[in-house]
Nanobody
Framework: QGQLVESGGGLVQPGGSLRLSCAAS????????MGWYRQAPGKQRELVAT???????NYADSVKGRFTISRDNAKNTVSLQMNSLKPDDTAVYYC??????????WGQGTQVTVSS
């Protein structure tokens, strides 16, 4: 398994909710930002949400008001609560950690499918 491990993906109906979680398999030094990106078939990977160590949150316009990112700095974990899901949210979601020591670290991704 990778340094970052995602969980919580799956199949959900439109309007439903999912919660994604990401945890470091080992200690990662000097993490300044953690977040989530996604990639739909035939599309480039795009930012979904990030959260700095200081608590600053950043969201893509398409998910504002529906998704909430949270993190535990001490445990190096990050979660994404996704509500009011739409078919356009269907993608592989990747956890990301930005470290001043390692650079960008990526999880292997978890599939989220929103369909009736």
């Amino acid at each position: 398994q990778g340094q970052l491990v995602e969980s919580g993906g799956g199949l959900v109906q439109p309007g439903g909710s999912l919660r994604l979680s990401c945890a470091a398999s080992r200690i990662i030094f000097s993490i300044v930002t953690m977040g989530w990106y996604r990639q739909a078939p035939g599309k480039q990977r795009e930012l979904v949400a990030t959260m700095s160590s200081g608590g600053l949150r950043n969201y893509a316009d398409s998910v504002k008001g529906r998704f909430t990112i949270s993190r535990d700095n001490a445990k190096n974990t990050v979660s994404l609560q996704m509500n009011s899901l739409k078919p356009d949210d269907t993608a592989v979601y990747y956890c990301n950690a930005r470290s001043t020591y390692y650079g960008d670290i990526w999880g292997q991704g978890t599939q989220v499918t929103v369909s009736s």
